[in-house]
């Protein structure tokens, strides 16, 4: 076996960064990371008196005049309208960088430029300065902040034009309000762990409009609590609050919710973008030939993020074409409209199921929702190996009815039973679908012959390192690792997580 690469033992070391470091509540971490490697993103309070609290919201920071900055928020949907936009400023012309969370095959795939990954290279100069500059300065920054400052220091050389940051774990306090970005878009407000977050999306909605900032407009989809977002984006001082129909049409807004949900997304998107080319970091663009394309924002918005409903084909032993959807449904909600949306996409096809889910779920109501759709034995489970996977035992005693699925309990992994699946779904005439948790997509794609950046086992195999059982954080009934597959569970978690901080 050959020696670890250094990106490898530096990614492994920042996935077990949070074993040491817990999330707690407040934006001192990726400020005191921002003043140490002289980040032009985050511009420290000028005066003594100005001292940020973790209750108080971020200073007002000075990116670089020439970049445009889009800062995306939300329950649902933010990971697909980042990718939309990203893709549509791409074709448009701009250099653009994505920040995006989580990654399905390579840690890498969180940072791209113009659509490529960061390469290995650059993730070892800017980890090996910023575990530097944590360990000169005393800062105890975690996974999420630490791939924050990679993420803003890799734009920063890279000369972009433009930057579309995702906040990995909700608003007002996530590491990406470091930034004083042009446009804040929060994409829609769900109600998720009430427990915690109160039981109105009012109390919800405040935390996600803390990425308004002064002076600059914000965009708010359809379903959320409009009053509150108003008076928040007031309080902020935001020059123009939009919505879909302030910026579409009322028509579009009216028939928004009846709408898939790709195309709610993109509804989003196209009004950031129209948006985005009136603010001043756009203008000033435009001086120097670079413009919003109508043709480019068409074409971008069809961008979809891997594994939400994405289709391929692959091709049998038998040398059979056949169809395949991977998408990261992973909860009773999620798989409901995933069998609707196949009911619309391929009506009339027989359907074979390859399906992990994480222990946390109700793997009850997920095996009643797999049987009213599809027989057991077109059912493939498989375990993800991650430390929230959901053991094949739990979930046939949690439904009973999925006894006769296909399952190897020696050999549990998603990459056998996906190539078992192959070859019954061409026998078949089937259309095979992988869902279920974001990790086990990674051995799914490798499966199905995907030439795409892949961690080694050596790196991957830590990215629940944080989940062990004698270094896990508990939160009620609940364990977390700082990545959720999810958008929705990803931003609600973090309040979880703040909470327990705060007790510290």
Not at 161 to 172: F, K, P, S
Not at 253 to 272: G, H, R
Request: hydrophobic share 35%; proline share 6%; glycine share 6%.
């Amino acid at each position: 076996m050959s020696s670890p690469t250094s990106y490898e033992r530096l990614v492994r070391r920042l996935y077990r960064t949070n074993l040491y470091n817990p999330v707690k509540l407040g934006l001192n971490n990726i400020q005191d990371l921002a003043v140490a490697l002289n980040s032009p993103f985050y511009s420290p309070p000028s005066t003594a008196n100005s001292t940020v609290t973790s209750t108080s919201p971020p200073s007002s920071p000075s990116p670089p005049s020439s970049v445009g900055i889009i800062h995306i928020a939300g329950t649902n949907g933010k990971g697909s309208v980042s990718y939309k936009i990203a893709e549509s400023l791409r074709l448009s012309g701009f250099k653009t960088g994505l920040f995006v969370s989580p990654h399905i095959s390579s840690f890498r795939e969180r940072v791209q430029v113009d659509g490529v990954c960061i390469e290995e290279e650059h993730v070892n100069v800017i980890l090996s300065r910023i575990f530097k500059a944590c360990e000169n300065e005393n800062i105890p920054a975690t996974f999420f902040e630490i791939t924050t400052a990679m993420a803003l220091e890799f734009f920063d050389n890279q000369k972009v034009d433009a930057i579309v940051l995702e906040t990995g774990l909700g608003g007002r306090l996530d590491s990406t309000n470091l930034v004083q970005s042009d446009l804040a878009v929060v994409t829609s407000i769900g109600l998720e762990h009430t427990r915690i977050l109160g039981d109105t999306k009012e109390e919800i909605g405040r935390e996600k409009a803390g990425i308004f900032k002064m002076g600059r407009p914000a965009l708010v989809g359809v379903d959320v609590p409009f009053s509150t977002m108003k008076s928040e984006a007031e309080r902020h001082g935001v020059t123009t609050l939009h919505t879909i129909g302030s910026v579409l049409g009322p028509e579009v807004e009216e028939t928004f919710m009846s709408k898939d949900f790709d195309e709610q997304n993109s509804y989003v998107a196209k009004s950031a973008l129209q948006i985005l080319s009136t603010t001043d970091a756009f203008q000033k663009m435009s001086l120097k030939g670079l413009k919003i394309s109508p043709s480019a924002v068409a074409e971008g918005c069809k961008k979809r993020p891997p594994c939400r409903f994405e289709l391929t084909t692959c091709t049998s032993l038998t040398n059979k074409s056949v169809p395949v959807i991977l998408d990261v449904a992973h909860n009773p909600p999620a798989l409901l409209h995933l069998f609707s949306k196949l009911s619309t996409s391929h009506p009339s096809s027989k359907k074979r199921i390859v399906i992990g889910m994480s222990s946390d779920k109700d793997l009850s109501e997920c095996g009643k929702i797999l049987l009213s759709n599809v027989s057991p034995t077109s059912v493939h489970l498989v375990e993800a190996s991650h430390p929230r996977a959901a053991k094949i035992p739990d979930i046939l005693e949690a439904c009973p009815g999925l006894s006769p699925a296909r399952y190897d309990l020696d050999e549990p992994c998603v990459e056998k039973q996906t190539l078992l699946a192959i070859e019954e779904a061409a026998e078949n005439d089937e259309v095979l679908i992988v869902c279920g948790s974001v990790f086990l997509m990674a051995g799914a794609r490798k499966a199905l012959g995907y030439n795409e950046p892949r961690d080694s086992d050596f790196v991957a195999k830590e990215a629940g390192a944080n989940l062990r059982k004698d270094l896990q954080e508990h939160f009620g009934n609940r364990v977390w690792s700082e990545d959720e597959e999810s958008e929705g569970d990803a931003d609600e978690r973090e309040f979880e997580e703040f909470l327990e901080g705060a007790k510290r």
